[in-house]
């Protein structure tokens, strides 16, 4: 069993930033590529970044050049931070492998932008 962990969310005013972490167990986080995902009630799940092992990343439209995804192999732990937040990014985020894996959804870090 994977433990998934999210942290790092909390409120923050528009135009404000964010750093959330997720750490995990296991080996298995240094070879694979991790991403990060977010979901507001109702809605499906939408992906946000991704980043290999190479360090190269992607992210999604909502999200591109705002914000920056990183990871320590060495900590097995991965990074999303964002910049000009905006009410619109409000949601549970989480992350998971890439494309992502049933066990690994942890319960996720809620972010709530307020205008």
């Known amino acids: 069993q994977v433990e998934v962990v999210e942290s790092g969310g909390g409120s923050v005013p528009a135009g404000g930033s964010l750093r959330l972490s997720c750490t995990t167990s296991?080996?298995?986080?240094?070879?694979?590529?991790m991403g990060w995902y977010r979901q507001t009630p109702g809605a499906i799940r939408e992906f946000v970044a991704a980043?290999?092992?190479?360090?190269?990343?992607w992210y999604g439209a909502a999200v591109k050049g705002r914000f920056t995804v990183s990871r320590d192999d060495a900590k097995n732990t991965l990074y999303l931070e964002g910049l000009n937040l905006a009410p619109d990014d409000t949601a549970v985020y989480y992350c998971?492998?890439?494309?992502?894996?049933?066990?690994?959804w942890g319960p996720g870090t809620q972010v709530t932008v307020s205008s």
């Open positions: 998971n492998p890439n494309p992502p894996r049933p066990h690994y």
């Open positions: 980043i290999r092992t190479d360090g190269s990343s």
């Open positions: 296991g080996q298995i986080f240094k070879i694979i590529t």
